[in-house]
């Protein structure tokens, strides 16, 4: 199959056959496939031993016995949700409570105190306190660390830069009324206004109204107060001019506006700042809870993955080992 052959100056070459090249160049294909197959078909998690593990973020390793537990003692919304479902909101409280460790906020003094004062209390329980801690310390972690990126310092800059739409305040009048019988009866009470005559003559003379005896006056109302599209009409109408609202079976209804809402420039100035604020707050922790997917070695169970939004990153699994 091959021949050792010798050249000039003592040099050697070893001729081989068409036939050996062709045999190990399949020989390393049929190992290629193999290899493939192997690795297709082998179980890594239960080689490595990450079968029962639910997740490992950081420094933080949990069974899904323990995500069990976890879910048992953390209140009655969160039973109700399905393991992966809270496996999710458990795999950020870690990102944050790893977070919280980078910024050192485990080795300020009132973290410090909390812990003393929980382990006062636990050191009073069974042995299943040591879950509990865990969690406690975790949970008050990740809280501490989205306190401290939230509400860091910010320039004025940084809010001018976040538009945000006030709500409105609910449209409101106060209003008077008159209730007439008849549509003739409203219409030479409107003729009586429009020469001259001030509401509360017309009141006094005309109204069948509950309101009579105050006036007319009903108070502050909204567009939910009356038929779709009266308060409309209201909202149009000058002030201090009776005009027809409506007509059921009680007669006519007709109203005037005596007053509006003013408003205040300063609440408005309170209330944008404050939906700025809260703006600027929902952003940072949004950046911040991605770069720290980007920078935590972690590892979710592949069970858990697709509800977690994780795909475990290679230098991640490595980790934890």
């Not at 409570?97 to 909390?114: H, N, S, V, Y």
């Not at 939906?275 to 169970?301: A, F, G, H, T």
Request: glycine share 6%; hydrophobic share 45%; charged share 25%.
């Amino acid at each position: 199959m091959f021949e050792k052959i010798t050249l000039l100056d003592n040099h050697h070459m070893i001729l081989v056959s068409r036939r050996m090249v062709f045999a190990v160049i399949g020989g390393l294909l049929g190992l290629t496939f193999l290899l493939m197959l192997f690795f297709l078909h082998v179980d890594f998690d239960y080689l490595l031993g990450r079968k029962d593990l639910a997740m490992k973020v950081g420094q933080t390793t949990i069974t899904l016995e323990e995500l069990n537990q976890i879910q048992a003692i953390s209140g009655v919304k969160a039973k109700k949700l399905d393991v992966a479902a809270f496996a999710s909101e458990f795999f950020d409280t870690l990102l944050y409570a790893e977070g919280g460790r980078r910024l050192g906020l485990d080795r300020r003094p009132e973290f410090i105190r909390k812990v003393a004062v929980f382990d006062q209390a636990a050191a009073r329980g069974d042995a299943s306190e040591t879950l509990s801690r865990a969690v406690f310390l975790i949970e008050e972690l990740a809280a501490a660390a989205r306190r401290e990126v939230a509400e860091a310092d910010y320039h004025p800059a940084e809010l001018a830069e976040i538009k945000v739409n006030v709500p409105a305040p609910p449209q409101r009048l106060h209003l008077k009324t008159i209730l007439i019988f008849t549509e003739e009866q409203a219409q030479q009470l409107l003729a009586e206004h429009e020469a001259g005559i001030a509401f509360a003559d017309l009141n006094a003379s005309w109204s069948r109204s509950l309101y009579r005896g105050v006036g007319g006056d009903i108070g502050w109302k909204s567009a939910g107060d009356f038929p779709a599209g009266v308060f409309d009409t209201l909202l149009e109408a000058p002030d201090e001019k009776i005009v027809r609202g409506f007509a059921d079976e009680a007669g006519v209804h007709l109203f005037s506006v005596t007053a509006r809402p003013k408003i205040d420039p300063a609440q408005h100035e309170k209330a944008e700042r404050e939906l700025q604020l809260r703006e600027l707050r929902r952003r940072r922790l949004m950046k911040y809870i991605v770069d720290l997917r980007n920078s935590v070695d972690y590892w979710v169970n592949p069970v858990l993955q697709v509800r977690c939004q994780t795909v475990s990153r290679p230098g991640a699994a490595d980790s934890s080992q």
